[in-house]
């Protein structure tokens, strides 16, 4: 790794199970959210939303008296539509303005801005909006979108596909001689994303700093700054971004939307508060959406279930926009980029389509396309298993690219930097009793059906630099830093731009800078985002917080800490080499320092200290990189066990067992709820969640009656295996892990189904396994 000397903290720094700092506040009740800012004089803002999903606005009207509290488009001074820029070749720029202009393209998509002193009010201000539709043949779905022929939702098109990409190396020739062919055409229903808090901002002009302070619920802050100053048309330097305390992101808030940036022009133009937060129902019908996928895949093997070659066909519903700033091109280009998932393939043709239709847009969600993808490559190697005859992990081991194979190079140029697939394998399979499974009966006491599933995979994570530069995407770089300070009076403060919202960061960046400089957790203070006082970063997103700003902290503590050891050797009258931080102090043989005395002597009696000292003092901002600038692999092997009522189409989870290995673990208990996290809103995926649409193209999930969220009922008591295979390439060998957990449940839920259901021949097409689409399947196989 390139770390430098680690000075393990007291049962605190780097592989502790420390407790949360952030706990504290939150389980008392005395979080800050944006909700929670109170200040005089704040409007509260509720939108007109579209009721119909595709139409040309013929006429926009509003009461004379309520000319200030209703805005449109063209009210908008100045503002510019947001554009999502990117190089990748054939790629389509949508305009997505702030307020619809001369067409709508979803149900929900916000056509007036109203304003009052409180919600209640602006809805009201909101029922005096009328607007005159002409309305447009919907576009809602696939298949639709690219029918010939189709209504076009960006005329200047002439299609409605954002991306189109193809790629082949030699499938044909595989296709020729491959003893064992398999085709399969899966689904994965759309899904709306549910952080505990919505999206949210207020914004309001500070007369003192002559800035536009935006206090809103982002994963991250300086790209934020970036895109309303862009999209405002004014300077950054009058943008401040500050974060509070922001309940869950998931990806949800990793994109500026129309309705933000609408609040942000509000603000300022009049100089006054203005603030949003959107509701459950606007999250559920108007709030961006993710994961539905659809595949048509052939796979090529030999006898013994050895993947020669995968042809595939994706196809994602991606809406009516780009969001900001990663483009609709993101889930399509992930979907064809990680297919091959975790197995040795030479072999690959994939041709991919990101689709517009009349839906929200498409933003990143925990996993990125790879859970529809490890449904997709899993269903593969089941089916393959099924036409060899042999056991689904005896094929996933066939395949599983090896530990000695690492580094490996996968087929789609990715770089696995370390770690051991099949034994991932292996450890899950014994965890799960799948011998015992096997030897014992089929069916419960209740006739229900039983099954195992597997499924393993791997997860990019902490993509850099490099990576996004591949995707043009211009106002991402993919490097951060910290800022580390030891304060005159001894405690350490970091400073960093990534935000965290749930996942940990003000606890593990802090045990980090406890590893290398020796300073106590409890005297460490961590401020996150706020882009007037901390360094650039790219933010929180694509599992990269620790690898990055860990990376940056561990380095800018390594600087100060060096410091601190010139210092203290003075004091002590040693020599720099022979200082060591323990329990929270500085020694040297029987000598010791206590930091505050550190900190003194370099703020308030420098005169006192020799020349070469004071090297720069005791504040230090640092960037960071990773050796290899392509993302960190991590991975892991999930294993279900199911009972599945043939009559009623239920499934029951029974038991679920997860083998991990995300690198060096900073915190394992948050390793574990990371994980577990995850993978509840995997079982989201597998089971229950999906947002589906009319044939107008209205929503039909608009309440939490209709859009099965997962509950503690729902949940199995999940048991977890670490393995810590240090990356090569990281500070302290760290891998991510963030989102990890939500790739694999429904692959391995499905898996399980399928297995459970192999004595009636039915296999499962699509997610969720709702009880209707269980029953489908068995009805399809010809019954139970
Ligand atoms: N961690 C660790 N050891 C490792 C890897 C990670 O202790 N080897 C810890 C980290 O220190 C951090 C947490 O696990 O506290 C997640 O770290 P990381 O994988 O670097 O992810 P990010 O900080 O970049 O967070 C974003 C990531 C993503 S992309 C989604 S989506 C997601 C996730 O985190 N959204 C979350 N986890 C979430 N957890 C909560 N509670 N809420 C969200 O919205
Ligand atoms: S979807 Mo996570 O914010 O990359």
Known sequence: GQAGQEHAGPGEGIGARARRKEDARHLHGRGCFTADIRMPGIQEVAFFRSPVAHARIRAREKPAALADSILFHDDLAGILPIVTRSTLPGYKLSEYPALAREKVRYVGEPVAICVAPTRAEAEDVAEQVSVEFEELPPVVSCAAGLAPGAALLHEQWGDNLFLETRSDNGIEAVAATAPVTVELALETARQTMHPME???????????????????????????????????????????????????????????????????????????????????????????????????????????????????????DTGAYSVWPFTAGLEAAQAGGNLPGPYDLKA????????????????PYRGVARPGVCFAIESVIDAVARAVGREGWEVRAENLVTAAAMPYTNVTGKHYDSGDYPASLDTARGMIGFEEFRAGPRRDARGRYLGI??????????????????????????????????????????????????????????????????????DIRVTLGDTANTPFSTGAYASRGIVMVGGAVSRASEVVAARIKAIAAHLMQVRPEAVTFRD??????????????????????????????????????????????????????????????????????????????????????????????????????????????????????????????????????????????????????????????????????????????????????????????????IAEAGGA
């Open 348 to 363: 690959y043709r994939c041709h991919v389509r990101a689709v517009a239709t009349n839906k929200p847009p498409f933003c």
């Open 584 to 777: 929270g102090r500085i020694h040297a043989g029987a000598a010791s320092v206590s930091y505050a005395e550190v900190g003194h002597a370099w703020y308030t009696r420098p005169d006192q200290l020799p020349d070469g000292v004071d090297t720069g003092g005791l504040e230090v901002t640092e960037g960071y990189r990773p050796q290899v600038d392509t993302g960190l692999f991590s991975y892991g092997t999930h294993a279900a066990r199911v009972a599945v009522d043939a009559e009623t189409g239920q499934v029951e989870i029974l038991d679920y067992c997860i083998s991990e290995d995300c690198g060096r673990m900073v915190n394992p208990m948050i390793v574990e709820g990371q994980t577990f996290g995850g993978a509840g809103q995997g079982i989201g995926t597998a089971l229950f969640e999906e947002s589906p649409y009319d044939a107008n193209g209205q929503p039909l999930a608009s309440t939490l009656i209709d859009y099965l969220l997962p509950g503690p009922t729902e949940m199995p008591r999940f048991r977890i295996h670490h393995t810590e295979t240090l990356s090569p390439y990281t500070a302290h060998g760290i891998k991510g892990v963030g989102e990890g957990g939500a790739i694999a449940p429904g692959a391995a839920i499905a898996c399980a189904i399928n297995d459970a259901l192999a004595p009636l021949g039915a296999v499962l097409r699509a997610l969720p396994a709702s009880p209707e689409r269980v029953l489908a399947a």
């Open 198 to 316: 919505s999206r949210a901002i207020l914004a309001f002009w500070d007369h003192r700093a002559g800035q536009l302070v935006v206090h809103m619920a982002t994963q991250v802050p300086h790209l934020m700054r970036a895109g309303i100053a862009e999209f405002l048309g004014i300077p950054q330097a009058i943008v401040r971004v500050a974060p509070p305390d922001v309940g869950g992101g998931f990806g949800y808030k990793c994109v500026l939307m129309p309705e933000e940036l609408a609040v942000a022009w509000l603000a300022w133009h009049r100089k006054a508060p203005f603030r949003w937060i959107e509701d459950r129902r606007e999250h559920l019908v108007s709030g961006a959406n993710t994961r539905q996928h659809e595949y048509r895949i052939r796979a090529y093997a030999d006898r013994r279930g050895r993947l020669l070659g995968l042809d595939a066909e994706v196809t994602i």
């Open 453 to 522: 599933g597997f499924a393993t995979y791997c997860e990019q994570t902490a993509h850099g630099t490099k990576v996004f530069a591949s995707w043009g995407l211009p106002v991402v770089p993919g490097y951060d830093q910290a800022h580390v300070k030891l304060t005159p009076d001894g405690a350490l403060e970091i400073k960093a731009g990534i935000h965290s919202f749930g996942q940990g960061l003000e606890t593990t960046l802090a045990q980090v800078a406890c590893t290398m400089t020796g300073v106590r957790l409890d």
